[in-house]
């Protein structure tokens, strides 16, 4: 992270010498990245919570075809194989 600080302090000394119309270019350039940035997470945050409703979707679809156990029998089998963790 300091690295790119100190590279940023080094290009904004070279680039001090630029226009005011070629510096605002950069900055529309830097803002146009951020977004980009920001769109490229959202995606990812979006494509991320679709996998998650399929899973579920898919869960919900095997439980009503009959698929899985009954969380007595998953809480029975975690006291058999994890005792100490289950006392009362």
């Known amino acids: 992270m300091d690295t790119d600080k100190e590279q940023a302090d080094y290009y904004f000394s070279l680039l001090k010498s630029l226009s005011k119309e070629t510096k605002f270019h950069l900055v529309n350039k830097l803002i146009d990245s951020m977004i980009e940035d ?16 399929s899973r579920i979707d898919h869960s919900i679809d095997a439980l009503d075809a009959g698929k899985g156990i009954f969380s007595d029998e998953v809480f029975s089998k975690m006291e058999q194989k994890y005792p100490w963790l289950c006392t009362e």
């Open 38 to 53: 920001e769109e490229a997470i959202q995606n990812e945050r979006e494509k991320s919570l679709e996998e998650l409703h």
